[in-house]
């Protein structure tokens, strides 16, 4: 009897490549499809024996998929695809808008439980594994400050954003932290940062021809959501330079929870990544979280989740008893 977990993969960019790769590391999950709005001949695998299907003719693989991962973009796809494919499969996404996170909790809720479907939303490392370490550290050290700090390293979400805006042939987006702003919490002061003071932007856009310059830097700058709260710099490129310069992923970041203890005692607790690519290890938290929905599932917990109420026992393919005796 096969009891390998059947993962379908809706959208196949980065990081619908990087979930094809996370499943073949992870031996009690399967790949039974990549579903593209693409044309299906035109997509190329990282497995020529994976099968590619047309999106909008998923509803006829139900049966054959246990979770759908979700990798669409979340400022124009997950929005109207996670409510839409929650209703028909159990399903995992990395929706990372963090602003618009609770309207999209609750459309997804909805269609889920409507569906008697599960579907554990806004999956990665942040949104994600970043998210745990702030409620861990606030919950541990009850009086203190949480601060997060993301990069020097490509953002695969504002990158998409910036792709979106009209003019824009190709994009790169570098989130980076401001060294100053870290040491002050490392040192223990505990600063009040403004969103400008902790993180720059940096935007390296190749344009359509005939687009205006001035036009697309301004639909960028004022992005709500993504830019308009942050000092970001645009950098026009030829495709060429934006392949040979930047086609590497890299990213990471830090949370770190100061706070005392008893009379006055200080404590800090700090969680770190250092990520060689992006998409590739987010891929990896959502087949995780894969793993979870079905088993969720099964036990006919239907409803849209976050990391906050998943289990770590449930992302693990050992058994409760194996991570008693092994990790505990």
């Keep these: 009897m096969n009891t390998r977990i059947r993962l379908g993969i809706a959208g196949y960019g980065n990081l619908g490549r990087g979930v094809e790769a996370a499943v073949a590391r992870n031996p009690d999950t399967e790949l039974v499809g990549i579903f593209t709005r693409r044309a299906p001949a ?5 497995s020529a024996a994976t099968p590619v299907h047309a999106l909008d003719g998923i509803d006829a693989h139900a049966a054959r998929i246990d979770v759908l991962v979700l990798c669409g973009g979340s400022k124009s796809d997950l929005p109207q695809q996670g409510p839409a494919l929650a209703a028909r499969f159990n399903t995992v ?4 808008t963090h602003a618009r996170i609770p309207d999209y909790f609750a459309a997804v809720d909805a269609a889920a439980r409507a569906g008697g479907k599960t579907a554990i939303v806004a999956v990665g490392w942040d949104p994600g594994l970043f998210s745990l370490a702030r409620v861990y550290g606030e919950a541990v050290l009850a009086q203190g400050a949480t601060y997060t700090f993301w990069g020097r390293g490509v953002s695969q979400g504002h990158s998409d954003a910036i792709r979106r805006v009209p003019g824009v042939r190709a994009a790169v987006q570098y989130t980076i932290p401001v060294p ?18 902790k993180h720059t932007r940096e935007c390296w856009v190749v344009l359509e021809p005939g687009a205006d310059p001035r036009a697309v830097e301004h639909a960028i700058r004022t992005m709500p959501d993504y830019f308009a709260d942050y000092d970001t710099c645009v950098h026009f490129v030829d495709e060429a330079t934006l392949r040979r310069e ?7 970041g830090f949370v770190i929870r100061s706070g005392r203890t008893g009379a006055n005692t200080a404590q800090k607790i700090e969680f770190s990544l ?4 992006n ?12 793993r979870a929905a079905a088993r969720l599932a099964a036990r006919g917990e239907h409803g849209a989740r976050t990391v906050f ?6 992302l693990s393919p050992q058994s409760a008893a194996e991570l008693r005796a092994a990790l505990l």
């Design 309 to 314: 109420d998943i289990a770590p026992g449930l």
């Design 274 to 277: 250092a990520l060689h690519s």
């Design 246 to 252: 930047h086609a590497a992923m890299p990213h990471g």
């Design 93 to 96: 996404d990395s929706f990372d």
């Design 279 to 290: 998409p590739e290890f987010t891929a990896s938290v959502l087949v995780a979280y894969a």
């Design 42 to 46: 035109s997509v190329q695998p990282l």
């Design 180 to 197: 100053e702003a870290i040491e002050r919490v490392r040192r223990g002061e505990n600063p009040q940062l403004t969103t400008r003071e």
